[in-house]
């Protein structure tokens, strides 16, 4: 079955940076699409970043370009996030997300796009 481990979040000063790591199985890694989103208490799940495997495209939430990267490595199935320039404000629990197969994914931002999640890692930026 599809399984997806997060790793890498911790807490960190206003400035810093964290890379995110989400190893995948259970399916086949390339040619899909894959996401990295969160959730911060009281808030909606929104996403943060997206990639289509197969060719590499990304996309990124404007309140992140410039500062998160999203990256694959197909050799080891897993999809990173590097984090640099971090501030309060994203503070929340950080998920990866995947279709699990070559769907076609018409928002690759949208949450409600994504059918496998993994179960979180909490990134926590103090100013």
């Known amino acids: 079955q599809v399984q997806l481990v997060e790793s890498g979040g911790g807490s960190v000063q206003a400035g810093g940076s964290l890379r995110l790591s989400c190893a995948a199985s259970?399916?086949?890694?390339?040619?899909?699409?894959m996401g990295w989103f969160r959730q911060a208490p009281g808030k909606e799940r929104e996403g943060v970043a997206a990639i289509y495997t197969g060719s590499g495209i990304t996309w990124h939430a404007d309140s992140v370009k410039g500062r998160f990267t999203i990256s694959q490595d197909n050799a080891k199935k897993t999809l990173y996030l590097q984090m640099n320039s971090l501030k309060p404000e994203d503070t929340a629990m950080y998920y990866c997300a995947t279709m699990g197969s070559s769907a076609y994914v018409s928002r690759p931002l949208a949450p409600t796009e994504y059918r496998y999640w993994g179960q979180g890692t909490q990134v926590t930026v103090s100013s």
């Open positions: 259970g399916y086949t890694f390339n040619w899909c699409y």
